[in-house]
């Protein structure tokens, strides 16, 4: 069923009937936040009053940075798959022709919809990707995004490399040219040799020893990114590094302007969680900027994958 929410057009068609994640009741609070604030400056009003993570996470505007900086056009179509509450997509939707959104989870898209209802440029289709890449998805799009979403793909899909998988069947919807926008916590971050759980279930260490106890989640070093796109093919990459994370970058360094010493001061993550501090985060940086490390051991990584001509 499709339906309009303020100008954005929002597609049940391919929903299952179940949303299979969810952050608990605090997603009914997002939604009646969603409702009823119609500003940035209100966002930030009641982030400082709730102090809530959840909150914060889904409604900063600091999230937008991670894709402010990325020439779009007016004429350009954006795929993102992973919308989730619509952290990303208002910033999509003021720099592109038209975003279409791929969530899972039905709350998640309400919360979405209304929060950037003004945009008229705005369509999300509930559902697992691969039924709706299967039955929506036929055009082709200058930009697909998956910011905080590649680690999860085997969640997904049974298929026996489901990266790879993901890779591929993404590919063959890009424009010639068109680019990924790909980002994800990097498995070997210093954040986690300091002593930060690991993001997504909450243990220590558990990414830097290969994940031991997880089979439903992966991130990965810059290596083995870079050998994954390889495999894969048809891909040119370059790699970018926010900071302090992808989540809440105040800065993204790239290969050709490096942080320098002194500039990484502020190591604030695992805001949700409880984190040990083993040691200095700011005299190691200088330490791995010295040694020209700081690439291998960035807490996030940055990826645009750009389709490669036939």
């Not at 600091?62 to 989730?84: F, T, Y």
């Not at 590919?171 to 680019?179: C, S, T």
Request: glycine residues 8%.
């Amino acid at each position: 069923m499709r339906e309009q929410i303020g100008k954005v057009t929002l597609d049940d068609t391919w929903y299952p009937g179940e949303d299979y994640y969810s952050d608990g009741p605090v997603e009914e609070e997002l939604l009646q936040i969603a409702k009823s604030v119609s500003s940035e400056a209100e966002y930030n009003r009641i982030i400082a009053k709730k102090k809530s993570w959840p909150i914060l996470y889904h409604f900063s505007h600091i999230r937008h940075n991670i894709v402010s900086w990325i020439p779009m056009g007016e004429k350009d179509r954006v795929l993102e798959i992973g919308a989730g509450c619509g952290a990303i997509t208002g910033a999509l939707a003021r720099k592109a022709g038209s975003v279409t959104c791929v969530e899972l989870s039905k709350k998640r898209s309400l919360i979405n919809a209304y929060r950037n209802r003004q945009y008229g440029n705005i369509e999300i289709l509930v559902g697992a990707f691969e039924e709706v890449e299967r039955h929506l998805l036929k055009d082709s799009y200058q930009f697909i995004t998956l910011i905080g979403v590649f680690e999860y793909a085997a969640c997904y899909t049974d298929h026996e490399k489901p990266f790879h998988y993901m890779l591929s069947l993404i590919r063959e919807h890009l424009a010639p040219g068109g680019k990924v926008v790909l980002a994800i916590e990097n498995r070997l971050g210093l954040k986690y040799f300091a002593g930060c759980a690991e993001d997504h279930v909450g243990r220590y260490f558990e990414g830097i020893e290969g994940y031991p106890n997880t089979t439903d989640v992966h991130t990965f070093s810059k290596l083995e990114l870079t050998k994954l796109f390889d495999e894969v093919g048809g891909y040119e990459y370059r790699f970018y590094y926010p900071y302090p994370d992808y989540k809440f970058p105040y800065s993204i360094y790239s290969d050709h302007y490096l942080p320098r010493k002194g500039e990484l001061k502020d190591n604030r993550c695992n805001y949700d969680q409880r984190r040990l501090g083993l040691f200095d985060e700011a005299r190691v940086f200088d330490s791995l900027i010295d040694n020209e490390l700081f690439p291998e051991f960035s807490n996030s990584f940055l990826v645009l994958l750009e389709r490669k001509s036939l």
